[in-house]
């Protein structure tokens, strides 16, 4: 009822400063967690984010942060990795840990009825994994599989060179999951390491919803983080844009070209990043009516969908879209992308536009929160984005107060034809690769 | 990503297992033969819309494959009170999203929208039931971007192949057998003629339900029903769903595709296996566990047990079922081989696991934590109010009712093991069954 109660209030445009249920949760321990609390079904969400992420990979070791995240539910104390999925499915608890480029993040969700000792086993894969050889070995393979499969994937492809070709050596270079000499040369004290640079109090993010009250909350997430260490590793250091405009072909035998495409973005924290994010749903939202999927597929049939998205990543922020088309046409789609990134950064967006996307992005606001998983989910990205506690309250007011006026001004600064850098994997006709 | 007009075969995996037992359900019926369902979660004001027509991939007529995963995508063209493109404009402007999904059995379209726009949603969907509009310009231009959609999901990804190709040697007469997005040669022929006489015949009232979930209560959806969709004209002497069926399956099959993209070669191999029926679910509840045992958890479970640990033979296992299903279903194996190890070796190891399974039978412990989890489900079911409506529209437009969907969760509870070892050792045939091999085709060599 509560929660019903919170999303009433976010469909109003007017920031009425409304109390939003959201709790900041300060445990005994000294650690912060932001809560939804909803008794009516019995099981709670938890999402942990450790920030930093596969950023932290030492040099020469890419991939540490990740085989060592996918480590964490491989054992602890006397269980081993079959052991602790047994133990797991017994309490039919769900537990998940994933390395990101910039997050370590856990995901949990827990019935009601064996909380306790769900928790206890979380904790232990977190405060205290085991780390066997025998498991290191055996999700190597998977994930030296997983690297095999990438190299094949067209899409994968163009992301592992759009990457390169982007930030070079910098860790946003190069995949997450490393390379299979990196990889296959990781030791046990290498992720051992990763873990103690990554999984520390002084950069994990806490959030939950559901079942829980906060006093058993605080408990919780001591209980879960109380043993890990103060500090970690220093996140290595913002790298800039110096990708210039151009079109890279990466041959590959495949029927469909696939096209990543990118310039310089947008800080989360920018005063115009709202507009940014207006302007993007307009250019390139993940829906119909945009000007790329009017353009590209409405009206020509040359792709199945084409996005765009503003990347606002802690240490570099880009702009970038992406879509497919038959070979054959990837020379014209190519131009008809760089021709409205151009004439939006000349024109501007319509007084139309702006209202119906404004619309749309304040009405679907309260669609997400759809359930105690993604609410948690929501709750943690808020905090790593260094939001207030009120920001869903006012999020709404934020977009409605964006003119059209904000939108030309923020296109002409941001949007840069003249920088705009396309990878086409494939076997594309009609491109023509000089700047 | 919203704008995915998807064929729904992927989500097979996840439908499986689910209980559905959440929140208030009730349901009526039109005098024009539309079935409505409420699912009532009133812990937001947000409501999703879904209409489920029984006509999927499966029902189309012969040479048209895709022609109902084509419509779906027409359907968003417009009709004599709607611009092309203006229906999903329209619940955007009303601050909600929307799509529609193709499958095998059923085509689907829905949307979400805060619960006081329902009634605006209700009257444009009953408007494009029957009114649909289309221009040979607009036919023109969507076929490419399906055609655009069958590149990107299918001839870009040769497991993608492996699994058409491997499905089309499975069923041997069954329309199961024709890919949902359609073979590529009877697509690019496929005319705005063909899109409505399907829509013609197969969009009506009384061959579809509707599914209304979230903070509604029944009387409003009613009476916004009988309103909005009261007046639609039903197909008359609609003929029952009666598909080609197959007949003796008395051969193993056996396929090798070759590919110069396979990165990671495979095995796979799928049996044909019986799936829920309207009062009989015994068997599929029984299949559910069995896939589970064997292959749900890359940890515990047999498969992964004794080609994952000590001296792997695989770097990757898997047991798949999924029962809801109109016609006969598939329950389907796959190894993924470290380095080193053959396929043949592969194929052999998991052969030797299944015939040590069939004599062990079932760890008890194990038996036991998969019941436990399925029972959990029904807990964390309750929390998404869409993938319930999602479980609903798929169970009755598979030939099941609310009865059925009501009794699975006890029907999953009162399985046994000898249940699961009885229906092993029946789905385990392998006459019924095709294994496909996936390999990287060498530079020069003919595979």
């Known amino acids: 009822m509560l929660l019903r109660a919170a999303l009433a209030v976010m469909l109003l445009a007017v920031p009425a ?186 950069r994990v993010f806490i959030a939950a919803a559901g079942d829980i009250t ?51 973005g947008i800080k989360r924290d920018d005063p115009d990043f709202f507009a940014a994010y207006i302007l993007n749903e307009i250019v390139g939202g993940s829906r119909f009516g945009t000007r790329l999927m009017t353009e590209l597929r409405e009206k020509r049939g040359l792709t199945y969908g084409a996005y765009s998205y503003l990347v606002p990543r802690d240490l570099s922020e880009s702009w970038q879209g992406q879509f497919s088309t038959d070979n054959a046409t990837a020379g014209q789609a190519v131009a008809l992308v760089r021709d409205e990134w151009a004439k939006i950064a000349a024109d501007g967006i319509t007084a139309e536009e702006l209202a119906k996307t404004k619309t749309y992005l304040t009405g679907s606001y309260p669609l997400r929160f759809e359930g105690n998983g993604p609410i948690a989910g929501i709750l943690v990205g808020m905090q790593l984005d260094r939001l207030p506690i009120d920001y869903a309250t006012t999020r709404n007011a934020q977009i409605e107060a964006v003119t059209l006026e904000d939108i030309r001004r923020v296109a002409a600064r941001l949007m840069k034809p003249e920088e705009l850098h396309f990878v086409v994997v494939g076997q594309p006709q009609g491109i023509d690769t000089q700047p | 990503m919203n704008v995915l007009r998807l064929p729904l075969a992927a989500l097979a995996f996840l439908a499986a297992a689910m209980p559905l037992r959440a929140g208030q359900v009730s349901d009526f019926m039109l005098d024009n033969g539309l079935q409505v369902v409420v699912i009532e979660d009133h812990r937001a004001p947000v409501a999703v819309q879904m209409i489920w027509y029984k006509v999927g991939s499966a029902d189309e007529p012969q040479g048209r494959s895709g022609i109902a995963h084509f419509l779906e995508h027409l359907m968003f063209k417009g009709t004599d009170t709607l611009d092309p493109g203006e229906f999903s404009a329209t619940v955007e402007a009303n601050g909600g999203d929307d799509n529609a999904f193709t499958s095998y059995d059923y085509t689907a379209y829905f949307q979400r929208v805060a619960a006081d726009r329902l009634d605006r949603m209700m009257e444009m969907e009953a408007d494009r039931m029957r009114g649909l509009i289309l221009s040979e310009d607009d036919v023109a231009t969507e076929r490419q971007v399906i055609i655009e959609e069958r590149s990107q999901r299918t001839d870009n990804d040769p497991g993608a192949l492996l699994t058409e190709q491997r499905r089309a040697v499975q069923y041997l007469n069954h329309p199961y057998r024709i890919p949902v997005i359609g073979w590529r040669h009877e697509m690019v022929a496929l005319a705005r003629q063909d899109a409505l006489d399907f829509y013609r015949r197969f969009y009506a009232p009384n061959n579809a339900v509707l599914v209304v979930a979230g903070d509604v209560n029944p009387a409003d959806v009613r009476r916004m029903a009988e309103a909005h969709y009261g007046p639609v004209a039903p197909t008359p002497d609609l003929a029952p769903r009666a598909r080609p069926t197959e007949p003796p399956q008395l051969g193993e099959r056996r396929m090798v595709m070759a590919d110069a993209r396979v990165a990671q070669p495979y095995v796979i191999r799928s049996y044909l296996a019986p799936e829920r029926n309207a009062g009989d679910q015994k068997d599929a509840a029984a299949l559910t566990y069995l896939a589970e045992i064997l292959g749900g958890n890359g940890t515990t479970s047999v498969l992964a047990r004794a080609l994952q640990f000590g001296d792997a033979k695989a770097v990757y296992t898997s047991a798949s079922y999924d029962g809801t299903s109109l016609d006969t279903t598939l329950f389907t194996l796959a190894v993924v081989p470290v380095p080193g190890v053959s396929l043949q070796d592969a194929e052999d190891a998991m052969d030797a696991t299944l015939a040590q399974f069939l004599k062990d039978g079932i760890d008890p412990a194990a038996f036991a934590r998969i019941k436990t989890q399925l029972k959990a489900d029904d807990i964390y079911a309750r929390d998404n109010v869409r993938r319930l409506a999602q479980r609903y529209g798929e169970a009755l437009t598979t030939g099941l009712t609310l009865a059925d969907v009501a009794a699975w969760p006890d029907d999953l509870q009162a399985v046994t093991p000898e249940d699961v070892m009885a229906v092993a050792a029946k789905v385990f045939d392998r006459r019924q069954a095709v294994t496909a091999w996936l390999v990287r085709e060498e530079e020069g060599k003919t595979p």
Do not use: C
């Open chain 1, 214 to 264: 906060p006093a058993d909350l605080g408990l919780m997430i001591d209980r879960i983080l109380g043993d890990l260490p103060a500090t970690g590793a220093v996140q290595p250091p913002q790298v800039g844009w110096t990708l210039a405009s151009g079109v890279t072909v990466e041959d590959f035998p495949v029927p469909q070209s696939v096209v990543l495409f990118g310039q310089s």
């Open chain 1, 17 to 202: 400063r409304a109390e939003l249920p959201i709790q900041a949760v300060t445990s005994p321990g000294g650690l912060t967690a932001w809560l939804i609390e909803d008794h009516s079904i019995p099981f709670m969400a938890l999402e942990l984010r450790f920030e930093g992420g596969t950023n932290l990979d030492a040099p020469g070791k890419r991939g540490a942060v990740n085989l060592m995240a996918a480590l964490l539910e491989e054992g602890t104390g006397d269980l081993d990795s079959q052991a602790f999925a047994e133990a797991r499915e017994a309490l039919a608890a769900d537990f998940s840990f994933e390395a990101g480029r910039d997050t370590v993040s856990v995901s949990a969700r827990m019935l009601t009825e064996n909380r306790d000792v769900a928790v206890d086993l979380l904790r232990g894969a977190v405060a205290a994994p085991r780390f066997d050889d025998a498991s290191i070995e055996r999700v190597r393979g998977q994930v030296l599989s997983n690297i095999a499969g990438d190299e094949k994937d067209p899409d994968a492809i163009a992301g592992r060179v759009f990457a390169r070709l982007a930030y070079g050596d910098h860790p946003y270079g190069s995949p997450s999951d490393g390379t299979a000499d990196s990889v296959t040369g990781l030791t046990r004290d290498d992720l051992v390491a990763a873990y103690k640079a990554s999984m520390a109090r002084d």
